[in-house]
């Protein structure tokens, strides 16, 4: 898909190549705090050499996307709108795959990063209204609007934030398809209530979810987000399901 030239919202956007765009939603989705984006992090996630990142992010700096530097990547605000919008497409994409097409949570971020790319925002928006206007993508993460601002979904934080005994709900998990399948099996998705049961010396969580104690590896807990449950329950609350499971996983750019 390298010879395609993909097209933002907005006249006055740029108009990039899918890769261009892969490096936008990753450096928007990857950045903690307004912190830079380290070069290894972003590699890591894309699945390219430190050197192929280091050759984007200066091309991306010349367009005015990005500002970088040796502590890492940040987004302009030219480059954040851009994002956004790329973000918007891609996480409605899951939601027409998940919800319509019922593929299950694993599948659906590798397909949507090719959809994504191809979309324009009048077909976005009619996907968007033709699915009720959903305010999340399957793993719980919020969608842009077509100006580019983003819903509050509700006060949230990581589960590594959690304290023990404590009662949350899960709000989003992590989009790795590894990740994915693994927090599937042990039924931690989006929707559900946990009870935290151990914080284990090394980083790792122990859940209560349902009757089933399980437990979920540092890595992966914190990034998974959470709200405080204030209702006295002793089962777990399992989401409707609407079309078959959910996922995220960014496949390499092209």
């Known amino acids: 898909m390298s010879h395609l030239i993909c097209h933002a919202g907005g006249a006055n956007l740029p108009q990039l190549t899918p890769s261009e765009e892969e490096y936008l939603e990753a450096i928007f989705t990857l950045r903690e705090k307004n912190e830079s984006v380290k070069v290894k992090k972003l590699a890591k996630d894309l699945k390219v050499k430190d050197p192929s990142v ?4 200066r091309k991306l700096k010349v367009e005015g996307l990005v500002k970088y530097d040796r502590n890492g990547a940040k987004l302009t605000a030219k480059g954040e709108k851009y994002a956004l919008n ?7 994409a899951e939601r027409l795959l998940t919800d319509v097409f019922g593929y299950p949570l694993p ?4 397909m949507a990063c090719k959809f994504e790319h191809v979309l324009d925002d009048e077909l976005t928006q009619n996907i968007e209204k033709m699915l009720g206007n959903p305010k999340t993508c399957p793993h719980g993460s919020p969608i842009p609007k ?5 819903q509050k979904i509700m006060q949230q934080k990581s589960l590594t934030e959690s304290e023990k005994g404590e009662r949350c709900m899960v709000l989003k998990i992590p989009e790795e398809r590894e ?6 099996a042990l039924n931690v998705i989006p929707g559900v209530e946990v009870k935290i049961m ?13 009757n089933t104690k399980v437990a979920v590896s540092h890595e992966i807990a ?6 405080e449950s204030h209702e006295k329950q002793t089962k777990t609350i399992a989401p409707r399901p609407r079309g078959g ?8 750019p092209r």
């Open 222 to 227: 914190a990034q998974i987000k959470i709200r």
């Open 146 to 150: 077509p100006r580019g601002e983003t």
């Open 179 to 184: 990740a994915v399948q693994r927090l599937l």
């Open 107 to 110: 599948k659906v971020h590798e």
């Open 245 to 252: 499971a959910r996922h995220r996983h960014r496949g390499p």
């Open 54 to 57: 280091v050759e984007m992010l």
């Open 198 to 210: 151990e914080k284990l010396p090394r980083g790792a969580i122990v859940l209560l979810c349902g």
């Open 86 to 92: 790329v973000v918007r497409r891609h996480e409605l």
